[in-house]
Structure formats: structure tokens, C-alpha cells
């Protein structure tokens, strides 16, 4: 086989079956769905697929008028697909590293932009940011995932996990963190100084605050968030 040649490459990043079930990182940027009955996907996440799967988006009304006027409200365009059939489907969300999480009756909290797949079982809700929605374009939202199942978040870059203890609070930036464990319940403070520092605009001096036991997840990237409504 000469080097370079199509032959090389298609050997080199053709799909492979790992046989490690329903969610499989095909690549760290791909996650390979196994379906055998039905996920719920970040809407647009879809890149390929094969077999028999059909493609529906989240109706108004799936999951309840609370919902519905929640997402009215956060006006975010992460809206969901539903897939259902048999066949193998990847998705992908802007190049952003993929990491699959298999709840076991945990909750965990995944910043709704960050949030790309998960199994139906797993119940989940919508968590409005009320005091910092005014503050940062597009207002901020995280969505609430429990149950026993896969769940499969994005990143920019490689994410990091921070430990927090009731000795030792973390603060991060709200653009910069991702996901954190359900037993947690963020505060937002606001440090004048540091916006003065920095010179940045009025969402840069806003720090979300974790106390308690359990742990954070941030990125090295501050993602910026446009309102839409879906």
C-alpha cells in the first residue's frame, strides 16, 4: 500500500465496529449510535447514517407545557431530534470532543449547549439560570439528566473535572463550564475588580460559585451563546 495513497487512508479512518454497545466513540469527535429502538439527539447533531431511522423533531408538546414555556422563556436553540429505528447513526457538533457518560441512577447537570445524545430513559428537565439569564447573550440553561442510561456531552477541546469539597469551593466562568454533578447547586457572584481587570464586558465579572461535595466540569474555551428561538 504506498503512502498517501486512497487506499492508506480509507484503511486508516474507515469505520470500525469496537462492539462496546449502544454509544461508541468512533473517533474522540464521532459518537457511533448503535440503534436498536430510539435517542434523543441535539437537533442538526446528525451527520450520517444507515439502516432504517427516522428523524423527528422534538414536538411542542412531547414533554409537557412546562417544558415548552421553559424553553420559551431561556429562548435556547438547543432543540432536540428524536431518532427511532434500527441502523447505525453518527453525530457530531462543531468538531467538539465527545465524552460518553452511563449513568447509574446519578443525576448530573450538562450546560444545555453542551448536551449531545441520550437514551429515552433518562428523565431530565430544564434548569433556568434566572439571575444570570439578563446578564450574557442568550441567557444561560442547563438541563437536568437522571435515571440509568447513556449520556453523551460535548466539549471544546479536552475537558477538565474539578473536585469540589465543603472545604474548597470552585469558581468558574459560566462560558467555560459544561456540566456538574447533580448534587450541586451553583451560586453567581459578582467580583467588580475582576471586571475592571480584565476590561471585558459586563458578562466577563460573573463566576458561578460550586459548594458542597461533587464535582465540575469545564473546558479551556469560553463559549459564546446567541438567543434563538427553536
Same mark, same amino acid.
Given at each position: ?17 469496537? $462492539?462496546?454497545? @449502544?454509544?461508541?466513540? =468512533? ?5 457511533? %449510535?448503535? /440503534?436498536?429502538?430510539? &435517542? ?71 450546560? $444545555?449547549?453542551? @448536551?449531545?445524545?441520550? =437514551? ?5 428537565? %430544564?434548569? /433556568?439560570?434566572?439571575? &444570570? ?98
Amino acid at each position: 500500500m504506498s503512502r498517501y495513497s486512497i487506499e492508506e487512508f480509507v484503511s486508516q479512518t474507515k469505520q470500525q465496529d469496537k $462492539g462496546e454497545g @449502544l454509544f461508541e466513540l =468512533e473517533t474522540p469527535r464521532m459518537l457511533e %449510535i448503535n /440503534l436498536t429502538n430510539q &435517542i434523543w439527539a441535539k437537533t442538526g447533531a446528525m451527520v450520517s447514517y444507515r439502516g432504517n431511522i427516522k428523524f423527528e423533531r422534538e414536538g411542542i408538546l412531547e414533554h409537557g407545557l412546562g417544558k415548552m414555556f421553559k424553553k420559551a422563556l431561556t429562548g435556547e436553540g438547543t432543540s432536540l431530534m428524536k431518532a427511532t429505528g434500527n441502523g447505525k447513526l453518527y453525530l457530531a457538533d462543531q468538531g467538539k470532543k465527545i465524552s460518553i457518560l452511563n449513568l447509574g441512577g446519578e443525576a448530573i447537570f450538562v450546560n $444545555g449547549n453542551d @448536551l449531545l445524545a441520550f =437514551e429515552p430513559g433518562i428523565s431530565w428537565d %430544564i434548569k /433556568l439560570m434566572k439571575r &444570570i439569564a439578563g446578564m450574557m447573550a442568550g441567557g444561560l440553561f442547563n438541563v437536568r439528566l437522571e435515571g440509568r442510561g447513556m449520556v453523551a456531552i460535548t466539549s471544546h477541546y479536552e475537558p477538565l473535572t474539578l473536585l469540589v469539597t465543603p472545604d474548597n469551593p470552585v469558581y468558574t466562568d459560566p462560558n467555560a463550564t459544561v456540566a456538574w454533578s447533580g448534587s450541586l447547586q451553583p451560586e453567581f457572584v459578582t467580583d467588580i475588580s475582576f471586571k475592571t481587570f480584565l476590561g471585558r464586558g459586563s458578562g466577563e465579572s460573573i463566576q458561578m460559585k460550586f459548594s458542597g461535595n461533587g464535582f465540575v466540569v469545564v473546558q479551556p474555551f469560553e463559549e459564546v451563546y446567541y438567543s434563538q428561538q427553536s
